[in-house]
């Protein structure tokens, strides 16, 4: 059974900074591409940032600069450090993983950026 477990998230005031974590479990993030998508208010869903199985991260030039990601392979963990933060930037922070033919998804992490 897969499952992604997403935490660290908060209030912020604009220039702020938050990590938020995505811990898996049924799965390796060493061997799967982990992605962090988000849901802002009135929005669709977005694509933020994408870990790959060998390392490689990438991350939506919406974002490029202040967002980074990363993984702990020990922990089975992958991360989002956000800084900067801008009131834009609140949103629903969701861990994805593909795996097999399916989408997994956590439960989602609320971000709010506002002064």
């Known amino acids: 059974q897969v499952q992604l477990v997403e935490s660290g998230g908060g209030s912020v005031q604009p220039g702020g900074s938050l990590r938020l974590s995505c811990i898996a479990s049924?799965?390796?993030?060493?061997?799967?591409?982990i992605a962090w998508y988000r849901r802002g208010p009135g929005l669709d869903r977005e694509l933020v940032a994408t870990?790959?199985?060998?390392?490689?991260?990438s991350v939506e030039d919406s974002v490029k600069g202040r967002f980074t990601i990363s993984r702990n392979n020990a922990r089975n963990t992958v991360y989002l450090e956000m800084n900067n933060l801008k009131p834009e930037d609140t949103a629903v922070y969701y861990c994805?993983?593909?795996?097999?033919?399916?989408?997994?998804w956590g439960q989602g992490t609320q971000v709010t950026v506002s002064s």
């Open positions: 049924g799965i390796s993030v060493s061997t799967n591409t």
């Open positions: 994805n993983a593909p795996f097999w033919d399916k989408q997994y």
């Open positions: 870990i790959a199985n060998d390392g490689r991260s």
